[in-house]
């Protein structure tokens, strides 16, 4: 039998990969959870390799990976098309059909599924 007095879990980092570890967690449990996430900036999902805010600044894989749903592989890169990111940022498309996307624009999509 399941309690209802929910599991606390602590998640250290609060960037990309922290967030998705609770947002999967959350989804995926039957009882109720209490997630804790620890990171030291002000705001959490950014991580060190998203707060970047140069332009210049790139996702280091193809947008199929930054998907927060593993069940989902399209959904970001959904995401950037119908924002249309693709046209204002033709450098983004490689020739194999691949896409790396301004890192900035990572937390747009993924920061909404927090609460």
């Not at 399941?2 to 599991?7: I, Q």
């Not at 995401?79 to 691949?98: H, I, N, R, V, Y």
Request: hydrophobic share 35%.
């Amino acid at each position: 039998m399941l309690s209802d007095k929910p599991s606390h879990i602590a998640i250290v980092g609060g960037g990309f990969s922290g967030v998705c570890a609770a947002v999967q967690l959350v989804r995926s449990s039957p009882a109720p959870l209490h997630i804790t996430l620890i990171e030291p900036r002000d705001r959490v999902g950014l991580g060190l390799a998203y707060s970047s805010t140069d332009p210049d600044h790139r996702l280091n894989g193809p947008t199929w990976v930054h998907s927060i749903d593993p069940e989902d592989s399209g959904h970001f890169t959904r995401w950037c098309e119908k924002q249309d990111l693709f046209s204002a940022d033709p450098q983004a498309l490689l020739p194999d059909g691949s896409a790396f996307v301004r890192a900035c624009r990572l937390w747009q999509v993924y920061g909404s599924c927090l609460p």
